[in-house]
């Protein structure tokens, strides 16, 4: 960001999304919206219960399923007119960009989601800390790489260590 | 005012009893350096730290909480003004001024502009809230289901239509919240929602593993993102905020506080778009205007006043109607349910005196805050040159640590998991986080309202436009709508253009 040119939350944070994504985020979001309408109507009603039905579990999320396809209409017509059709697609991100979030959405995946609750916490944790800054620090070059790999070690197993010790025996929380 | 000065007093000494002093001194502390750490929000500083809370007791789990929030939006000044990052976006409007400040050799005078504006910014929504939270309180007394539908559709259209630059994905946000908080059993008939057979699923998911996700794993993934940031090295002269630069600009003080409060106390529209209005009022009404944007004290002072005073403004609607003000303040709000505490109109009834332990909370996490302002600026300055690298590997542990220490499921882990991808690939697609937060809040209310709306009337929906505040809130929520319309809303400023000076 450079001087002077903040997002403003009035003209958008940063540039608009283009008008194909718009339309296919529409297309996704219309088809989330007709499918939670679709199942808000299959839910039973319990009109023996209520006497009247107006207490049917499907009213709710039937109303924000409908509100969700309508305005996902509203956005697929706005990039219409945006000129969402044309062939041109989104800009494609820098492929260093995508490389870093995929490599850090991998490693979150990895460990909250495959290693947490498998392997005992602390040990989880010190792996995906020295994983995650080795990984993202490996492209500073050989100069000080050791250094710097010890360094994230220490920084993983003293997380790993410390939050477990805070947590577990300070606050008295369970741990995954 | 004799019992609310005695109530008061009571607060005071409820909070003190719970060794105040102590907490708030490290609690504030955590709360600044999250602020102030790019990538890392106020949202989420709540968040994390409501996981810590769980042990305590309420008073001291609120007084905890209320630090680090008011700590948080402080802290995020120090990155807006030495770096020209917004350490938590209400600093957004910061940098304009801050950081041309600093580039002039004045980062010490403007860290003291912003210390002056952000503590009497906290002090007069504080006064505010102290003022008016009781009556407006028994006011809402009067609320029935009909007119707390409208205040939770209000709430998702004026989030939706002022909190990011697009209303129509905004009102989509609203809605994609509001079906998230349906999933799940619900309350007339215990019928899992689209719960398929999941025993997980039909209990809903969680409030606090979504926020954790939607702020704190999105947040690390848009922060490995992007480019790394430069620490720019400067000289720091005096933080002490100069007598001059408060009297200089009072009136800017007063009415930055006061917009500050009121944006507040909208539902859904936190310190962001308070720190901008009141920027952009003492813009106008500033004599000198070309000063702007090129480090003008009064730019940066109206900046810092708004977005604090926000933070009161907005846990006015929190304990009146159960409505958050902003990001925070629904974290803030969840955390008061999990320690049973139960914000809401029934609270003017129940236990009057918790509004004033929260004003007396907010004025020593104030003072605590003015204290850290004078006293901590080369220790934060070490603070912010830590890389990301290394930071936000620990910041997603613990993450996963409060997902997950609410209920000890592992399928909050996932929640939390699912919801931080899914709140980023949303925000790439520039569709704003508050509404959707909001939605998720505020899912139950407007659930629970309309469906006992409904049944009260015998399926007819006119009492929901008949009846005086119900039609005052319609009316509202219509006019917030019409305003996001492009036609009207251009319609309307042509209109006020024509108008003769």
């Known amino acids: 960001m450079s001087e002077g040119t903040a997002p403003s939350p009035f003209e958008g944070e940063k540039a608009p999304a283009s008008p194909r994504a718009d339309l296919v985020t529409a297309a ?53 007119r945006r000129g969402g059709w044309a062939a041109h697609g989104p800009v494609a991100q820098g492929g260093t960009d995508g490389r870093r979030l995929a490599i850090a959405a991998a490693l979150g995946i990895l460990y909250a989601g495959v290693m947490v609750g498998r392997v005992p916490f602390w040990l989880a944790s010190a792996l995906f800390v020295f994983a995650f800054t080795a990984t993202f620090e490996w492209s500073a070059g050989p100069a000080g790489r050791v250094r710097r790999l010890v360094e994230a070690a220490a920084i993983g197993l003293g997380t790993g260590i410390a939050v477990t010790l805070v947590f577990e025996k300070l606050f008295l929380l369970r741990l995954p | 005012m004799t019992d609310a000065l005695s109530m008061l007093a009571g607060g005071f000494g409820h909070v003190f009893a719970g060794g105040a002093a102590f907490h708030a001194l490290w609690a504030v502390l955590i709360g600044i350096v999250i602020g102030a750490l790019p990538g890392l929000t106020a949202t989420m500083g709540v968040a994390l730290l409501t996981t810590l809370t769980f042990g305590m007791g309420p008073n001291v789990a609120m007084l905890v909480l209320v630090c680090v929030y008011v700590g948080a939006i ?95 994905k905004g009102y989509i946000a609203g809605f994609i919240g509001l079906f ?156 008061m349910m999990i ?45 912010l040159l830590i890389p990301r690298e290394r930071l936000m590997p620990v910041v997603f542990v613990l993450c996963t640590v409060g997902a997950f220490a609410i209920t000890s499921r592992l399928f909050d882990i996932w929640v939390m998991l699912g919801a931080g991808l899914v709140g980023f690939v949303l925000r790439e697609l520039r569709f704003p986080m508050a509404p959707l937060v909001l939605g998720i809040v505020l899912g139950d209310l407007l659930d629970k309202n309309l469906l006992r709306g409904l049944v009260l009337s015998g399926g007819d929906l006119t009492p929901f436009f008949t009846r005086p505040i119900s039609m005052g809130l319609c009316a509202l929520t219509l006019v917030a709508v019409a305003w996001s319309i492009p036609g009207f809303g251009a319609l309307f400023r042509r209109r006020q253009a024509a108008m003769p000076k």
Not at chain 2, 79 to 104: E, H, V, W
Not at chain 2, 241 to 261: E, K, Q
Not at chain 2, 363 to 376: E, N, S
């Open chain 2, 339 to 383: 320690h049973g505490l139960n914000p809401g109109p029934m609270l003017a009834i129940t236990s009057p005196e918790f509004i004033y332990q929260i004003v007396a909370m907010l004025i020593v996490a104030d003072m605590v805050k003015l204290f850290y302002g004078l006293v901590l600026v080369k220790p934060l300055l070490w603070i």
């Open chain 1, 28 to 80: 996704v979001l219309f088809a989330l919206g007709v499918a939670i309408v679709q199942q808000a109507l299959a839910m039973p009603r319990f009109v023996e219960q209520s006497g009247t039905g107006l207490t049917a579990p499907g009213i709710v999320p039937g109303f924000h399923g409908a509100m969700i396809a309508l305005l996902s209409v509203l956005l697929a017509l706005r990039a219409l």
């Open chain 2, 180 to 335: 998230v908080a349906s999933i799940g059993q619900e309350t007339n008939h215990a019928y899992a929602r689209f719960a398929y057979g999941n025993g997980d699923l039909a209990g809903g998911l969680g409030l606090l593993p979504v926020l954790v996700g939607v702020f704190g794993v999105a947040e690390v993934l848009s922060s490995m993102r992007g480019p790394a940031v430069k620490a720019v090295s400067s000289k720091i002269d005096s933080v002490i905020p100069r007598i001059g630069d408060i009297t200089a600009y009072w009136r800017t003080i007063f009415r930055s506080g006061a917009i500050g409060t009121f944006i507040g106390a909208m539902p859904g529209l936190g310190e962001d778009i308070a720190a901008w209005s009141s920027y952009a009022a003492a813009k106008r009404a500033s004599a000198e205007r070309e000063k702007f944007g090129k480090g003008s004290v009064e730019g940066l002072m109206a900046a810092e006043t708004g977005e604090s005073a926000c933070v009161p403004g907005a846990i006015i609607p929190v304990l009146t109607l159960a409505v958050p003000g902003s990001a925070p303040a629904a974290v803030l709000m969840a955390a």
């Open chain 2, 74 to 168: 402080y802290g995020g000044s120090r990155s807006a003004i030495l770096l020209n990052i917004p350490g938590t976006p209400a600093s957004a409007a910061s940098t304009l001024d801050g950081f041309p400040l600093a580039r002039q050799g004045l980062a010490g005078r403007a860290m003291g502009i912003s210390t002056a504006g952000s503590w009497l910014g906290t002090l007069f929504g504080t006064l505010i809230l102290a003022l008016f939270a009781p009556s407006f309180g028994e006011f809402a007394l009067q609320f029935g289901s009909y007119e707390m539908f409208w205040v939770a559709m209000f709430g998702i259209v004026i989030a939706g239509s002022l909190s990011g630059g697009d209303p129509l």
